[in-house]
C-alpha cells in the first residue's frame, strides 16, 4: 500500500504555471506513476504518467506539450510542471498509481488548481 498528499495547487491565470508535488510512503520506486484530475461534474481522468524508473512518460492529448510528469525516487516524490494554463485545467488533481500498470491506491485528497482571469 502506498498513501499520497498532493500540495501546490492555487489559483493562477490563463497562460501561467504552476508546479505540482506529491509526496509518497511506501514503495513507490517500484510503481508506474500518473497525475489523475477531476473537474466540477466530471469524472477523474489521467493526465500525465510516467514509468517506475522515470524512463517512459505519457500525456492526455490536451496536455502534452504543456505539462512535465517526472520523479524523484530517492526520496518518493512525484511532480507534475504545467504551463501554458488554461481555463479547463481547472480541476482537483490527484496523484495515484497509474492505472494501466495497476489498480489505483487509496485516493488522497488532492490538490485544487484554478485557471481564470
Known amino acids: 500500500q502506498v498513501q499520497f498528499v498532493e500540495s501546490g495547487g492555487a489559483w493562477v491565470q490563463p497562460g501561467g504555471s504552476l508546479a505540482l508535488f506529491c509526496s509518497a510512503s511506501g514503495a513507490f520506486s517500484t510503481y508506474a506513476m500518473a497525475w489523475y484530475r477531476q473537474a466540477p461534474g466530471k469524472e477523474r481522468e489521467l493526465v500525465a504518467g510516467i514509468t517506475a524508473g522515470g524512463q517512459y512518460t505519457d500525456y492526455e492529448n490536451s496536455v502534452k506539450g504543456r505539462f512535465t510528469i517526472f520523479r524523484d525516487n530517492d526520496n518518493n516524490w512525484l511532480y507534475l510542471w504545467m504551463n501554458a494554463l488554461r481555463p479547463e485545467d481547472t480541476a482537483v488533481y490527484f496523484c495515484?498509481?497509474?492505472?494501466?500498470?495497476?489498480?489505483?491506491?487509496?485516493w488522497g485528497q488532492g490538490t485544487q488548481v484554478t485557471v481564470s482571469s
Open positions: 495515484n498509481r497509474h492505472e494501466v500498470y495497476g489498480a489505483t491506491f487509496s
